[in-house]
T-cell receptor, first 117, second 114 residues
């Protein structure tokens, strides 16, 4: 149980284009999902908290107009990197917090490697 | 400020030997503590957590961790390391007043040598 999928697993795009990444909780409901960014050999950087039915909460320094988050249902959150540039190249990881168990455990997707040319 | 410290960037251990990956935390109120493991180019996998109760928590793949309130520590341990345990390990903490976000350590790279 507690499986989170993420799609695509990797994507290469041209500078200026937009890329959408999907995060799904496969066997549980998640009102809250999280989007992280990870640079090589570094820890996770929380970008935003995604809340079903309401606006996402962005961390300080994260541009909400560049990283659009939509939490359309209790099992799906999407992150769209708009007008991507090479500096947006990174490993993006989502996680989902299971609604039914109030212990704050987050279950992670396998990550998406974004390369912007 | 709430924080998590993993004092060792890297831990090396011989296969079959016991391993310890250290974690200390600073948080107001009662902490919820977590360990996750990350294999190369993969997302994080949940290993174990401490919420309340017995200070010794057992988790996946034979790992365990001991919550020590007086030392504010939550070290990860395994009695006999395997080469396949080689990965990046992250400690994290939250509490009810932290908007329930996880505060992450910087990670410790574990290398188990055959």
């Amino acid at each position: 149980g507690a499986v989170v999928s993420q799609h695509p697993s990797w994507v290469i795009c041209k500078s200026g284009t937009s890329v959408k990444i999907e995060c799904r909780s496969l066997d549980f409901q998640a009102t809250t999902m999280f989007w992280y960014r990870q640079f090589p050999k570094q820890s996770l950087m929380l970008m935003a908290t995604s809340n079903e039915g309401s606006k996402a909460t962005y961390e300080q320094g994260v541009e909400k107009d560049k990283f659009l988050i939509n939490h359309a249902s209790l099992t799906l959150s999407t992150l769209t990197v708009t007008s991507a540039h090479p500096e947006d190249s990174s490993f993006y990881i989502c996680s989902a917090r299971e609604d039914s168990v109030r212990t704050d455990t987050q279950y992670f997707g396998p990550g998406t490697r974004l390369t912007v040319l | 400020a709430q924080s998590v410290a993993q004092p060792e960037d890297q831990v090396n251990v011989a296969e079959g030997n016991p391993l310890t990956v250290k974690c200390t935390y600073s948080v107001s109120g009662n902490p919820y503590l977590f360990w996750y493991v990350q294999y190369p180019n993969r997302g994080l996998q949940f290993l174990l957590k401490y919420i309340t109760g017995d200070n010794l928590v057992k988790g996946s793949y034979g790992f365990e961790a001991e919550f020590n309130k007086s030392q504010t520590s939550f070290h990860l341990k395994k009695p006999s390391a395997l080469v396949s345990d080689s990965a990046l390990y992250f400690c994290a903490v939250t509490n009810a007043g932290n908007n329930r976000k996880l505060i992450w350590g910087l990670g410790t790279s574990l290398a188990v040598n055959p």
